[in-house]
């Protein structure tokens, strides 16, 4: 049986290693035995790079999980940190209140901002003694609507100024619209004391009705008008009861620049008066203030909601355009001989309000009808802003004889 050292010699000897020299002393502070290493690598079959990159690649990836480890647990201590702190909030003294936190619904409703939920309207007022004529001057409107945006159009009347009144144009997408439009009524000095001046605001809707955003109610008789006056006014809630209204009307606008053609669709009708026999719609086209052209629909026998459906058709130059007025106006045919019309819109560049924005979106989205419902006006107040002039005869010559 050989010594365990003998079994080191045959083989130091076999792979050609020369054999230690059994009095020799191991280094001092190892324990390791000598050679294990190097014999090792030696026995391994990958070179020597390969094996350098396999260790160099493990202490990365043992940095990286230590790394790791030490992030996970700052993070749970921080957590629990928090925890503790929103648990004992309720019970740390200091200046901190719970009303800076969620205010009480009390505090908001006696809240300054309470009283300005409808907004603010700026206006200017001015009297000229010498022609009885008051100025109303729209400027800007500011915090309307409870939230997100909405299309506010201003509608002014007096009083004392029955079916006279004047619509701004329809502002898009705002809160705060700046209408720096101005307007005049007639009024006597006389009539000044019970007069009272009234701006509704109004939520445009295209097919339904509009829906109110406030209302000024501002009484002639305590305003100084020796001056003129420029001020802000709040809003307050709008009427509970609208004006009664004679009806609405449906259309729809298609304007062809390149070959002149205005076409018009009028669809349908709807809170026309009771007691009507046979309503239809009659279409007049004005040039210069001059009746042009005018076309009729088909009568509906005893409906307060007609549905027409019918198209007709206009040659405008492009040229003219400015200088057309469009009326529709509904009829009656039962109604005697010579007999006011139901209500009337008028459309052009000399409108206002709704009608003028309609025109403005058919001029805008040429070759596409634009439709809309309108409130039909009293064929008085149409007729004097219309101010129209007597026909033009034209005389053809006659044949030479």
């Not at 230690?20 to 014999?39: E, K, M, N, Q, W």
């Not at 009283?115 to 500011?142: K, M, N, T």
């Not at 107040?381 to 030479?400: F, G, K, N, T």
Request: hydrophobic share 40%; aromatic share 6%; with cysteine.
């Amino acid at each position: 049986m050989l010594h365990p050292h003998g079994w080191q010699t045959m083989w130091d000897r076999k792979m050609g290693h020369p054999p230690d020299s059994p009095s020799a002393p191991a280094p001092a502070g190892t324990t390791a035995i000598p050679g294990l290493i190097p014999d090792l690598v030696a026995g391994t079959p990958w070179p020597r790079w390969a094996l350098i990159a396999g260790t160099l690649a493990a202490g990365v990836l043992l940095v990286s999980c230590l790394l790791c480890a030490a992030c996970c647990c700052c993070r749970r201590h921080r957590k629990k940190r928090r925890d503790k702190e929103a648990v004992g909030l309720g019970s740390a003294r200091g200046t901190t209140t719970t009303h800076l936190v969620q205010p009480d619904v009390d505090s908001l409703e006696s809240s300054p901002g309470g009283a300005q939920q409808w907004g603010r309207l700026q206006l200017s007022l001015e009297y000229d003694f010498g022609s009885q004529e008051i100025r109303v001057g729209l400027r800007q409107a500011a915090d309307l609507g409870p939230g997100g945006t909405v299309d506010p159009y201003a509608r002014v009347s007096i009083s004392t100024q029955a079916g006279h009144r004047h619509e701004t144009k329809v502002h898009r997408g705002t809160l705060c619209p700046v209408f720096d439009e101005t307007c005049c009524f007639h009024i006597p000095q006389a009539e000044l004391p019970g007069a009272t001046l009234q701006v509704q605001l109004f939520n445009f809707k295209r097919f339904s009705g509009h829906e109110p955003l406030g209302e000024l109610r501002l009484p002639l008789g305590t305003v100084d008008l020796q001056h003129v006056l420029e001020h802000w006014y709040p809003l307050g809630p709008p009427a509970a009861t609208e004006p009664e209204q004679v009806g609405e009307l449906c259309f729809s606008l298609r304007y062809v620049p390149s070959s002149g053609r205005l076409t018009v669709v009028v669809l349908e009708a709807r809170g026309l008066r009771p007691g009507l026999a046979e309503p239809y719609v009659k279409v007049q086209l004005m040039l210069n203030q001059r009746k042009w052209k005018k076309r009729k629909t088909a009568t509906k026998k005893g409906t307060a909601a007609p549905y027409f459906n019918e198209a007709f058709t206009f040659l405008v130059p492009f040229s003219q355009v400015q200088n057309v007025d469009l009326v529709l106006a509904v009829w009656d045919h039962g109604l005697p001989l010579r007999a006011e019309p139901v209500g009337k819109v008028h459309l052009g560049a000399r409108a206002s309000g709704q009608p003028l924005q309609h025109w403005a979106d058919m001029l805008a989205h040429a070759r596409r009808p634009v439709a809309q419902w309108h409130p039909l006006r009293p064929a008085r107040e149409v007729d004097r802003v219309l101010a129209l002039q007597p026909r033009l005869r034209l005389r053809l010559p006659l044949p030479h004889s």
